[in-house]
């Protein structure tokens, strides 16, 4: 019923709109994920919600312990309206159960840090399956339990002397070398699947329809399964 009720509403939004969201979606992308631990900044966290929607990203996972997730529109400029943004805040410490419910998804998780021993970027193997980016907070990094649960170790190379990059430029770095890779891979291991395709596409048609919520009502009263 969802492709129907999207074709419904397809005759409320303007054409050259439904031709931009047929074009965007097929970039979008599930096969990679970012989660940020306590990120404290709200121009940083928005930053990365923009880099993330401009690189096809899909879904941002926010992990709230002691800093609460805030959005600051000025520096999104919309791009939070055509994500799924999660955010994990039941309990005081939630790192553990978030980053367990990630890898139940199937995901590999694998923390950005600066240390030696960590793979490089530029050597990461993409094609060995779906990843979640894990990065800590501004402040004090990647906490104890972030580390713990991890799959696997990264690192953005540098050549000077400051330790580590900005969490958003590290984010746009990171994102924009592996889309190159994924791009460049089988599109049907990181294109969305049919089901979640439609299921974008209607929350994107929501958010472009004035009182949406009376054009769903009268199509479901007029909707007969074929």
């Known amino acids: 019923m969802n492709y129907e009720l999207y074709k419904y509403l397809s005759q409320f ?3 050259r709109r439904i031709e931009l969201f047929e074009k965007v979606i097929n970039y979008r992308t599930r096969y990679i994920t970012i989660i940020l631990e306590d990120a404290f900044q709200a121009q940083n966290a928005s930053a990365v919600i923009r880099t993330c929607d401009c690189m096809g990203i899909q879904d941002i996972h926010f992990i709230e312990n002691k800093n ?3 959005l600051d529109k000025n520096v999104t400029l919309g791009s939070h309206k055509w994500l799924n943004i999660i955010t994990y805040n039941e309990k005081l410490n939630n790192t ?3 980053i367990k419910h990630i890898k139940d998804l199937g995901y590999r998780i694998i923390a950005m840090s600066p240390h030696q021993d960590n793979i490089d970027l530029f050597d990461f193997d993409l094609k060995k399956g779906k990843i979640a980016l894990l ?3 501004e402040l004090t990094g990647l906490s104890r339990d972030a580390i713990k649960s991890s799959d696997e170790f990264m690192r953005i190379p540098m050549y000077g002397f400051t330790e580590s990059y900005n969490l958003s430029v590290a984010v746009a770095l990171t994102l924009h070398f592996l889309a190159g890779l994924l791009h ?5 291991v990181w294109q969305l699947q049919e089901d979640e395709r439609i299921e974008i596409l209607l929350s994107w048609m929501r958010k472009s329809i004035r009182k949406v919520d009376l054009i769903e009502k009268r ?3 007029s909707f007969i399964p074929k």
């Not at 460049?184 to 049907?188: L, T, V, W």
């Open 184 to 188: 460049q891979m089988d599109k049907k």
């Open 219 to 221: 199509f479901h009263a």
């Open 13 to 15: 939004v303007f054409e």
């Open 96 to 98: 553990r159960k978030s």
């Open 68 to 70: 609460k997730f805030r």
């Open 135 to 137: 990065y800590g907070t």
